[in-house]
């Protein structure tokens, strides 16, 4: 595409006119294209009349929301960089993030609903002066999850965000209809429900947040053929798997896509076997990609159980060994580094750690440990900061998280590591049982004992009555360790 289009431009080429592009699954409020479209046009004149310009940062402080992508397609639309701050963040991170990201203006829910249904914006309307956008003009930033470190701001350019469109126009179909309950403030679902799903044409029925009896309704009576999910709601439909099939139709659901944190083969398996017409794709991605880098889609890639897919026609992968930076064949497991049109631009002034994730070459170093196999399925074993070290071997705290989660009387579990003066390190099992359940510290030792080798066994077991998770799905060790300490 030309160097000066911008992603609001090329998503808005294909207007799908006449279709539903989002439903409020609450008030039943629907927003056909033309509408979105029209709202984008009015929000961005009502931000130039108030001086909004190219470079400046807006940001959203908003749960789930018709008027989301209203808001963030408007601003890219002036050239102007979104930034997106999840509201159940305390007030503290999200004051860190309006500090490092200066935003000009903030929307958060009650101007939401002013400006973009009030018609304020088309009163505002003024001759605009078109800036030229650059495609290598950053138009999100977006922040990391922050779970292995302080939470890192990301540039990504319209390039990427316009990539990331071609990858989903070359996996998924246009015009299906889908529910949206991961919040959009994430890259997961930033990238899919408010950018490359509207381009696709897709109908889009929007939850401010996840509640399960909430989503179970949705897909009841909106009857989508498709989910996005990150793995706790996974984990949760097959616990409740029993109940939900008595209580709701989902029978209109043929694919749920997975990603944002490891899916073990065992859930994915239970999964399956409890919602027999639903096919689970799993989907590979970092903020710093613009999501998803590798996903499954046809049948046969579906099959393939705890692996997340293969890399997307567009991306380049390579297996490095992290510490001699040798290249490592098919099989073996290491770094995977990835060099793709959707790659980041870099962290937001943060040149040191830019030269240290993104190379000469542009080749993006993930972090994430894993393997490729001789078909080119990607499978992620854990993430490299997150390896627990125990007598000079490296436990991966995903692999037994997924033993853990193939016991039938095990709802959810973490494993994390213990300091010890012998070993270094050891890794001890936070479990959540499923009701009703007396299952022992010893048992469940004795079971994970029986199937891994002596330095990988668990010695140690604390119950929990919940796991505690960030919203991208991700186990948050941090607060598990801390809970730990404190109890030494
Ligand atoms: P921070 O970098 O601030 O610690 P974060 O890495 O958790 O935050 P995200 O960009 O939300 O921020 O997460 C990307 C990471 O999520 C990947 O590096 C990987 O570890 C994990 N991940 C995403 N999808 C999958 C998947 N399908 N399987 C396993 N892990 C996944």
């Known amino acids: 595409p030309n160097q000066h289009l911008d992603v609001t431009s090329f998503i808005s080429s294909q207007p799908h006119r006449g279709k539903t592009a989002f439903v409020d699954a609450v008030t039943g409020r629907r927003l056909g294209f033309s509408e979105l ?6 929000v961005a004149s009502c931000l130039y009349a108030l001086g909004v310009r190219k470079g400046n940062v807006v940001i959203i402080i908003s749960p789930n929301s ?17 930034t997106t701050a999840n509201p159940i963040n305390t007030p ?57 470190g302080k939470s890192k701001g990301v540039m990504l350019t319209h390039r990427n965000l316009i990539a990331l469109v071609q990858a989903y126009r070359a996996r998924f ?99 399956v076997e409890r919602y027999s017409n639903v096919r689970v794709l799993q989907g590979y991605g970092l903020t710093e990609t613009a999501a998803i880098v590798a996903s499954m889609f046809t049948k046969e890639e579906t ?21 001699t930076g040798r290249v490592l064949g098919v099989g073996r497991t290491g770094e995977l580094w990835l060099r793709s049109p959707t790659v980041m631009k870099g962290y937001f002034k943060n040149e040191e750690a830019t030269a240290s994730t993104i190379d000469l070459e542009g080749w993006l170093k993930t972090g994430d440990l894993c393997y490729i196999d001789c078909e080119g399925f990607v499978f992620v074993v854990d993430r490299l900061k997150e390896l627990i070290k125990c007598n000079g071997y490296q ?42 359940s007396n299952l022992s510290e010893s048992e469940i030792m ?36 801390k809970l730990t300490t404190s109890k030494l």
């Open 66 to 82: 018709i008027l989301f992508p209203i808001v963030s397609l408007s601003v890219m639309s002036l050239g102007a960089v979104i």
């Open 92 to 148: 503290g991170e999200i004051s860190n993030q309006i500090e490092d990201s200066r935003p000009v203006l903030a929307f958060t829910t009650r101007q939401l609903n002013r400006v973009a249904s009030s018609g304020e914006g088309a009163r505002a309307k003024i001759s605009r002066v078109k800036q030229r956008v650059n495609q290598d003009d950053t138009a999100a930033l977006l922040y990391s999850s922050g779970t292995t």
């Open 37 to 42: 479209w029209l709202g984008v046009e009015r």
């Open 395 to 436: 436990v991966a705290p995903a692999e037994l998280e997924a033993l853990l989660l193939a016991h039938p009387e095990i709802a959810d579990a973490a494993v994390i590591p213990i300091p010890d003066m012998k070993a270094g390190q050891y890794p001890m099992a936070y479990i959540l049982r499923t009701a009703g």
């Open 303 to 323: 099959e393939r159980y705890g692996s997340s897919g293969l890399l997307a026609p567009s991306v380049e992968g390579k297996i490095v060994d992290p510490d």
């Open 446 to 481: 004795g079971f994970v004992a029986k199937q891994v080798s002596p330095y990988k066994r668990i010695r140690k077991v604390t119950f929990l009555a919940s796991i505690p998770k960030n919203p991208s799905g991700k186990i948050l060790r941090r607060e598990l360790v």
């Open 173 to 271: 179909g246009l015009e299906q209809r889908t529910v949206c309950t991961i919040p959009m403030c994430h890259i997961f679902s930033f990238g899919g429900f408010a950018t490359s799903l509207i381009a696709l044409g897709w109908t889009i029925v929007v939850l401010p947040r996840f509640e399960m009896a909430q989503l179970l309704s949705a897909v009841e009576i909106h009857r989508p053929s498709h989910l996005s999910l990150v793995p706790p709601m996974l984990v949760a439909m097959v616990n409740g798997a029993e109940e939900i099939n008595s209580k709701y139709d989902l029978s209109s659901l043929q694919t749920v896509v997975v990603g944002g944190a490891p899916l073990s083969r065992e859930v994915t398996e239970k999964f």
